[in-house]
């Protein structure tokens, strides 16, 4: 299995620049970063800027997974190396080979953006197909109603970082990798691109950016479980997890 890694960076040019709003939608700067409720059309809009590099043909299935570094710069994994400059979008991009020398017992940093879910199971029917649920809004859900905001938030921060370490050491037991730090440095809840707007119950899901230190248990595993990525809403610029020697 080849794989690549590439750095991509949009075009600086005047025709790039003329349609930037469109292809790099800005986020608003009060909300911040993933908190604007805005944010999932920004993915949305990345994702296809991003399929320019990889969309050959119709037919095409993504087979990539990607991460936004800000300020019009990605990061992308990749069966297939990106084409060489998306229709003009994209700077030439920097491309190499990824095939770490992985051994067990290495010790590797890692950040990851992720859709973290489980399956929750009927407790009336364990027969019956489980629900797909986010791991901290289930978490969240089951938290005392009537809390002042700032101490709800808190107890949200708490929630996630419980239930994110549970599901990454979960991931681990399947993917090679053992946890050994971890932080969740931000948890946010993203309304899904056609459903921005005040109504209630809008789809949505929630995005987790963890970071930390792993150990190698099974490296034929690990490379294969980066390669398919971790969790769900990969389309959304989740699921890449990026390693270094730690």
Known sequence: ????????????????AAIRALIDPLPDPAQGGLRDPAQGRIMDAHHRLIWSLFGDTPERERDFLWR?????????????PPAADGAGLFSPPQIKEFAPDLREGDRLAFVLRANATRTRKDPADPQKRGARVDVVMDTIHALPAGRASTERRDARMRA????????????????????????????SVV?????????????????????????????????????????????????LMLIRRA
């Open 160 to 187: 996630a970082e419980d239930a994110g370490r549970r599901w990454l050491e979960h991931l681990g037991a399947n993917a090679g990798f053992i946890v050994e730090h971890l932080i969740i440095d931000d948890y």
């Open 191 to 239: 309304p899904l691109p056609a459903q921005v707007g005040p109504r209630r119950g809008q789809p949505q899901f929630g995005v987790m950016d963890l970071a930390g230190q792993i150990r190698v248990g099974d490296p034929a595993l690990l490379l294969a479980a980066l390669a398919q990525g971790f969790g769900r809403a990969k389309a959304f610029g989740c699921g």
């Open 1 to 16: 299995m080849t794989l690549y890694l590439s750095r991509l960076a949009i075009a600086r040019n005047p025709t790039v």
């Open 68 to 80: 936004s570094e800000g300020k019009g710069q990605f990061l992308v994994l990749s069966h297939r």
